[in-house]
């Protein structure tokens, strides 16, 4: 194994192990952002990825895909269990996000997540050359910066958080606080979505260890007398903007868009929502919303569809399941209560689908609403806005999902706020074509202009400059 440059660390590999018949040599590339956000960089710095390749027992070597080294780690059944089911996603999720489900902090979690992080640093210092730069990603490995600092001292160290960072009163809660703190203090960038994620991190910093923090710098006593400066910084993710934008262009694409539309009997609006099916999306104060609509009148099945696409995600998880069923009783219900035979009230889809028909979708939604309780960025309400060459159609933004902060002209609910959701539910549907024309251009060019590789771009021009400054303080 060649060492590389630039490592990227995920919990995740950008590639799935392949059905049978599909893909070469067994694996194919994941559908997310991140994995077409850093193609670019990995193909130019002779990269590699370290990441689970997302089954238990899955041992294999590393291996060469696309121009990238991909360097899988294993986890056991029970790592999955404790690390990533356990810890990750039903203590340290809902825990971020505002507590939203209740988190649990159970020992033997924070044990396996302890001993999973330092399986990911070990295997990052080993694929890395010396004085090599290596991005770690997201929550699931927030030791890693420090455990591979204490490993690697050569190396400059990126971290990004891609869900909200909590306030204080709630963060405090977590048994280990300041571990985790220590573990994400052991990069030279530690990335946000949002200025007031990277504020309640350096407040937090504050409470618990006193360290002077000025300007997002933070400066961090190491055990052997030496400090190093650590930089918390909002830096939004965004899009491939570009890729959006090309796919609804494709005459195939728009054909398929009136497909659907036709499929769901034409109705005057359709009304889109697309999420993992997590509770943090606010699937159910959307539902409730547009049941409420229906059994007042203000819209009828005939008018108006709501589709709502849930792609399955973590479902052993005990959290996920209770929401699954939760969310299916009330789709029956409403349907049950509304529908004629030509005309549903809502088309529940608990599925994924590939990019096309994302984009096909999105061509075919009136309105498109987003309304988690808590969400770091939320892209689909970016991929939305990037479809819409046409600069039709209305996205309702909630204000709790980081997207709000840059989609100034979306319109902004508190979703707890069901009357107010109501109103601007219709408010959507009835906006004039020059209104929407106006809001969806200024928010186009905030995507367009700040898409997935801007992102990248500046959160590597920072990792430049610790860089740079780290070796002129050693000069
Ligand atoms: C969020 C997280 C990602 C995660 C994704 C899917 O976007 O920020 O880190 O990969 O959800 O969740 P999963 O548990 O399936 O990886």
Redesign the pocket.
Known sequence: MTQAEFVVVA??LPVDKAGPGEGEDGWRRSPGGLVTALEPVMKETDGAWVGWPGQADLEVEPFDFDGTQLIPVALSADEIEKYYEGFS?DTIWPLYHDVIAAPRYRRVWWDSYVRVNRRFAEAAANAVKENGTVWV????LQLVPKMLREMRPDLTIGYFH??PFPAYGLYSQLPWRRLVLEGLLGADVIGFQRVADAGNFARAVRRLFRYETRAGRITVPGEDGTAHTALAKAFPISIAAETYMELAKKPEVQARAKEIREGLGNPKAILLGVD?LDYTKGIRHRLKAFGELLEDGRVTVDDVTLVQVASP??ERVEAYVQLRDEIELTVARINGDHDTFGHSAIRYLHQGYPREEMVALFLAADVMLVTALRD?MNLVAKEYVATRNDNRGVLVLSEFAGAADELGSALKVNPHDIDTLKDTIIQAIEMPEADQARRMRSMRKRVLEHDVKAWSDSFLAALDDARAAKERATR
């Open positions: 919990n995740r996603n990603q997201d929550y699931q891609h869900i993992r995600s973590r770091g």
